[in-house]
């Protein structure tokens, strides 16, 4: 009776050992789960924050394209305006001469 006791007692401490050693392996896979959760998030995070910059410099970038041709648009029609101006400045002093005599004709004749 005696030995039987015996081989129940190690039985027992041999169930409670690999309880013991099942925890733990649960204990280690449970903590892999959560650093490989964290690692994602994290990665996740990276991505994000690169995607967010690579969105940020193609904004600025198109900013900086559309000001560079308004600024251009601007230049181009200064330029035109000041080319037309010295055009009506040349067509006005051509037929200058010709509208002072028209008015001084007009102005000076009387009609009775």
Known sequence: MKMESMRGQGGVSMLLTAEQEARQIVSRARNMKLERLKQAKDEA?????????????????????????????????????????????????????????????HITTIKI
């Not at 970038?61 to 041709?69: L, P, Y």
């Open 45 to 105: 995070k990276r991505e994000a924050a690169a995607y967010y910059t690579s969105l940020e410099e193609e904004y600025r970038r198109k900013i900086s394209e559309s000001s560079g041709s308004s600024k251009s648009n601007s230049k181009r029609l200064e330029e035109e305006t000041e080319v037309k101006i010295e055009r009506l400045k040349d067509a006005s002093s051509s037929v200058h001469p010709e509208v002072v005599s028209m008015l001084m004709k």
